[in-house]
């Protein structure tokens, strides 16, 4: 790359912020559905429409006219969707959840990344919320951040059990543990997309997940099969169980931290017990990743404070290094995705050598 198209390059990372909020404004200020509902309307319409002033509604929408998003005639003065108006009302939904997700959790906190990444926490969550700890545990506590994150999450949830529990092993009659699972969800869908005659599932996350998690399981019908384990994932696994899954957890830390928990996993199993691990990652070649344009600013300055994505090599490299044997590894096909995807999950599955 030239000195000259690098420079280019620099200018898409100053507009960066500015496009994201100009693009989302119009959808929550309502210029884009209002335009939906009546194609053919001027800026002053809009305006009264929205309680905005003319003035501006012209200025935000021209950024959409230039993309293609929104249509203009030059000779009426008025607006139309152009581009947007193909695009079916539940990929919009989704795509809007994401960008909702951004701004709640993301776009405040990243003015402080850099002192985030010398401190390893999330100054963002201290500076703006006076807060210490993650997003997870500030999610529980601020309704801004929680509302936003569960909306995305909750869709992200209902997209990916399907895949990963279609595509893992789990012999009938299995105990499994369901590491850092939360609030139970994980075990709830273990038995929908698993469950088999004599199989049980425990939850294993911090003993103030309890109550929640125990509701959840009578709500759901598997009381009676699901149980809560109270404990600290990095003081010891619980043994017992022939199945250990591990959702989106591993990516919250480094690489020691990675292997403290492994190690964990490895000696709570029995020789041959396997264990799943389901979790964002990154292409082998980096230069092919989308992933790696958000995720690695979101862990470091608004969720944890570390860890972020990895290759699927270098998960493999770490469960051979903590005991396992990988048996299976299995990534998402960019191609089945929609286009507007940002992560790619993947699967690892090993046993336990002995």
Avoid at 27 to 54: C, K, M, N, Q, Y
Avoid at 237 to 252: A, E, Q, S, T
Avoid at 314 to 340: H, K, M, N, S, Y
């Amino acid at each position: 790359m030239t000195a000259h198209a690098t420079l280019a390059r620099f200018r898409e990372y100053m507009v960066g912020p500015a496009r994201f909020m100009n693009l989302l404004s119009c959808f929550e200020l309502g210029l884009i559905d209002e335009l939906r509902e009546h194609p053919g309307t001027s800026a002053v319409e809009l305006g009264v429409a929205v309680g905005a002033r003319p003035d501006a509604v012209e200025q935000l929408l021209n950024l959409p006219v230039k993309e293609g998003f929104v249509a203009y005639d030059e000779a009426s003065g008025t607006y139309r969707l152009d581009a947007l108006a193909d695009v079916a009302d539940v990929d919009l939904d989704r795509v809007l959840a994401f960008m909702g997700k951004i701004k709640a959790t993301t776009l405040r906190q990243l003015y402080y990344l850099t002192e985030s990444v010398r401190s390893g926490s999330v100054v963002g969550l201290k500076e703006l919320y006076g807060f210490d700890g993650d997003l997870y545990g500030a999610m529980a506590v601020h309704e801004d951040l929680r509302a936003p994150w569960s909306k995305l999450m909750d869709s992200v949830t209902d997209r990916i059990d399907p895949w990963f529990f279609g595509n893992v092993d789990i012999p009938a009659g299995s105990q499994v543990l369901d590491l850092a699972g939360h609030t139970g969800l994980g075990a709830i869908h273990t038995h929908r997309f698993k469950g088999s005659p004599g199989m049980r599932v425990a939850t294993f996350d911090l003993p103030d997940k309890r109550e929640e998690c125990l509701r959840n399981f009578r709500e759901h019908g598997v009381d009676g099969i699901s149980s809560f384990i109270g404990g600290d994932v990095f003081e010891a696994v619980p043994p017992g169980f022939d199945v250990v899954l591990i959702k989106h957890f591993l990516n919250m830390f480094d690489r020691d931290d990675v292997l403290k928990i492994l190690n964990n996993v490895h000696a709570s199993l029995a020789p041959g017990g396997q264990v799943h691990i389901l979790g964002p990652i990154y292409t082998e070649n980096i230069k092919d990743s989308w992933s790696v344009d958000y995720y690695p600013s979101f862990f470091l300055g608004c969720a944890t404070g570390q860890g972020g994505p990895q290759k699927m090599s270098t998960f493999r490299a770490w469960l051979e290094e903590a005991g396992f044997t990988v048996t299976r590894e299995i990534a998402q096909d960019p191609a089945e995705l929609p286009p507007d995807a940002l992560p790619l999950q993947g699967i690892l599955s090993a046993t336990k050598n002995g």
